[in-house]
């Protein structure tokens, strides 16, 4: 790769969005061009406390760009995405990388059409207790995830942060897209059940899901605990493997002949938001040089499989519901705006 530099932009500067803005500052390959908030006061805020310009509308930075992180509301992804796409701009997509399936798939389609790549935000997948697994992963048998967390506070005007979104797309999609990535096989069936607590859509949830080669994973989610907790348990024939991704740590058991020998992995720290951007930049540099795209983490069509695995537990969720007379307040997606 050259010495180039890809020129980058960050739309929406929320309390994420401020994070790729002060990151990409930090990135060797990237010049980061500008910003862009619907709020033009906030832009502007980030802008003087980064030392970057604000653009008064996203076509403006776009067109002094070649790739731009898209950090809104999810509801507002396929809107903003599919106009940049057609400017033929490469895209990181904060998870979920849309709010429908239908939207997702359009976006993969137009990103294909232009020749440019899509990344998603799924940035558990750069969390450094993933690097040690490479190698330990076969015939997985049983998957235990459980992701928690207090419910987010109130912002003036504005949902709660994540919850123009059910608990499955808020959260738990990210253990579907490491659960999808690690077993490797298509989906045969699905169980599951939620509760609306706080929020006008699921705060709660487990889902059972049953893949074609015989795999069975149990994933629970929750944004009305008191406590964090992110933690995965991969069981295989001869060998466990205890994840957290919170504490960044993990643990080998492995069948020997005398016993089981545990190994506690040593993990390289590192911030998994920086080397997604990171790879984000480099990716769309070698696609641009070499015209090959390169092998991506969380490609456009892999956040699209995790957000068919998503939408399909929320369905069954509201069906579970129905069937059992179970209160259920939860309004699709579409008709909460």
Same mark, same amino acid.
């Given at each position: 790769?050259?010495?180039?530099?890809?020129?980058?932009?960050?739309?929406?500067?929320?309390?994420?969005?401020?994070?790729?803005?002060?990151?990409? $500052?930090?990135?060797?390959?990237?010049?980061?061009?500008? *910003?862009?908030?619907?709020?033009?006061?906030?832009?502007?805020? =980030?802008?003087?406390?980064?030392?970057?310009?604000?653009?008064?509308? =996203?076509?403006?930075? +776009?067109?002094?760009?070649?790739?731009?992180?898209?950090?809104?509301?999810?509801?507002?992804?396929?809107?903003?995405?599919? /106009?940049?796409?057609?400017? $033929?701009?490469?895209?990181?997509?904060? %998870?979920?990388?849309?709010?429908?399936?239908?939207?997702?798939?359009?976006?993969?389609?137009?990103?294909?059409?232009?020749?440019?790549? =899509?990344?998603?935000?799924?940035?558990?997948?750069?969390?450094?207790?993933?690097?040690? &697994?490479?190698?330990?992963?076969?015939?997985?048998?049983?998957?235990?995830?459980?992701?928690?967390?207090?419910?987010?506070?109130?912002?003036?005007?504005?949902?709660?942060?994540?919850?123009?979104?059910?608990?499955?797309?808020?959260? &738990?999609?990210?253990?579907?897209?490491?659960?999808?990535?690690?077993?490797?096989?298509?989906?045969?069936?699905?169980?599951?059940?939620?509760?609306?607590?706080?929020?006008?859509?699921?705060?709660?949830?487990?889902?059972?899901?049953?893949? $074609?080669?015989?795999?069975?994973? @149990?994933?629970? +989610?929750?944004?009305?605990?008191?406590?964090?907790?992110?933690?995965?348990?991969?069981?295989?024939?001869?060998?466990?493997? @205890?994840?957290?991704?919170?504490?960044?740590?993990?643990?080998?058991?492995?069948?020997?002949?005398?016993?089981?020998?545990?190994?506690?992995?040593?993990?390289?720290?590192? @911030?998994?938001?920086?080397?997604?951007?990171?790879?984000?930049?480099?990716?769309?540099?070698?696609?641009?040089?070499?015209?090959? *795209?390169?092998?991506?983490? /969380?490609?456009?069509?892999?956040?699209?499989?995790?957000?068919?695995?998503?939408? %399909? *537990?929320?369905?069954?969720?509201?069906?579970?519901?129905? +069937?059992?007379? *179970?209160?259920?307040?939860?309004?699709?997606?579409?008709?909460?705006?």
């Amino acid at each position: 790769m050259s010495d180039r530099k890809l020129k980058v932009g960050v739309i929406g500067v929320g309390a994420l969005g401020r994070h790729h803005t002060r990151l990409y $500052k930090e990135v060797k390959n990237a010049e980061l061009v500008g *910003i862009y908030d619907a709020n033009f006061d906030t832009a502007q805020n =980030i802008a003087k406390e980064f030392g970057v310009k604000a653009f008064q509308t =996203i076509e403006e930075l +776009a067109n002094e760009c070649e790739g731009l992180s898209i950090a809104v509301p999810s509801n507002l992804h396929h809107q903003i995405a599919s /106009v940049l796409l057609r400017m $033929k701009k490469h895209l990181l997509i904060e %998870k979920p990388i849309a709010a429908t399936v239908q939207q997702a798939g359009e976006l993969v389609r137009l990103a294909e059409e232009n020749g440019v790549l =899509i990344e998603v935000g799924h940035t558990e997948r750069y969390n450094p207790v993933m690097s040690f &697994m490479d190698g330990k992963i076969n015939d997985v048998r049983l998957i235990e995830a459980k992701r928690m967390a207090p419910y987010p506070p109130a912002r003036p005007g504005l949902h709660p942060r994540g919850t123009e979104v059910g608990v499955v797309l808020d959260l &738990m999609i990210h253990d579907l897209e490491l659960i999808l990535h690690i077993v490797q096989s298509k989906v045969e069936k699905v169980e599951a059940a939620g509760l609306s607590i706080l929020s006008n859509s699921e705060d709660l949830a487990n889902a059972r899901i049953t893949f $074609k080669n015989g795999c069975v994973a @149990n994933v629970t +989610a929750s944004r009305v605990s008191e406590t964090g907790q992110r933690r995965m348990q991969i069981y295989q024939s001869e060998r466990y493997i @205890n994840l957290d991704y919170q504490d960044k740590t993990g643990t080998v058991y492995t069948k020997t002949d005398t016993g089981i020998s545990k190994e506690v992995v040593a993990v390289v720290d590192h @911030n998994a938001l920086q080397q997604e951007l990171e790879n984000f930049v480099n990716n769309a540099l070698t696609f641009i040089e070499t015209g090959t *795209i390169p092998e991506l983490k /969380v490609s456009g069509k892999s956040g699209l499989e995790a957000l068919r695995l998503a939408v %399909k *537990i929320t369905e069954e969720i509201h069906r579970h519901n129905s +069937a059992y007379g *179970i209160p259920d307040k939860s309004v699709s997606f579409e008709n909460v705006f």
